[in-house]
């Protein structure tokens, strides 16, 4: 049986950005980080369902296929707060939604009340821990292909990972805003013709 922790709670990411200027890029890459690391871990959880639930290659592998090349969502944007940017988003049971789809189309009638339904959701809910510790061990891999060094940690009591991402050029390195342009020290411009 799933622990109450685990079986009450929404699995959820909290993104901090943290610095005077948050590149649009550094969120775009953070958030795909996040897409490809539940990505990898849906794969390795069905192939260990599968195999722990006995259910047959073929039908594994019709899963594996719909999760790597449908597009199903692996995580909403729940709300943003104001201050840094930051994000709330919570994981959706992609694995469970894909498997459902795929054993139902298999079995047809009656999926949804058979023992094998009830032994996929009890399996995925046991796993719901392990599966956020094993996330927020594989997502700083993910960064550093991206060049992002973010600090990440499980709260296993709010099944959440705290993502803190910094800053990552120096200041000097980004363009002015136009109102620090017009405010760099301006020039003796007493000679110079105006612009029409």
Not at 93 to 100: E, S
Request: charged share 30%; proline share 6%; with cysteine.
């Amino acid at each position: 049986m799933p622990d109450e922790t685990s079986q009450s709670k929404d699995m959820l990411i909290s993104l901090k950005f943290e610095g005077p200027r948050i590149l649009p890029q550094d969120v775009v890459d953070t958030l795909q980080a996040i897409e490809d690391s539940l990505k990898e871990g849906e794969i390795e959880e069905i192939r260990e369902l599968c195999d722990g639930l006995g259910i047959s290659p073929m039908i594994r592998d019709a899963v594996l296929y719909r999760l790597k090349e449908e597009g199903v969502g692996r995580f909403y944007i729940e709300a943003a707060k104001p201050g840094s940017l930051e994000l709330l988003a919570i994981i959706a049971a992609a694995t469970y939604f894909v498997l459902q789809k795929t054993l139902g189309e298999s079995v047809k009638e009656g999926y949804l009340t058979s023992d094998l339904h009830a032994q996929v959701k009890e399996w995925i809910a046991k796993k719901i821990n392990e599966k956020m510790r094993r996330l927020a061990r594989d997502l700083p891999e993910q960064w550093r292909v991206r060049r992002l060094t973010p600090k990440v940690t499980f709260d296993e009591e709010r099944c959440a990972i705290v993502v803190v991402v910094l800053q990552q050029q120096p200041e000097e390195d980004l363009a002015p805003t136009y109102k620090q342009m017009l405010l760099l020290a301006p020039r003796d411009d007493s000679d110079r013709k105006p612009l029409p």
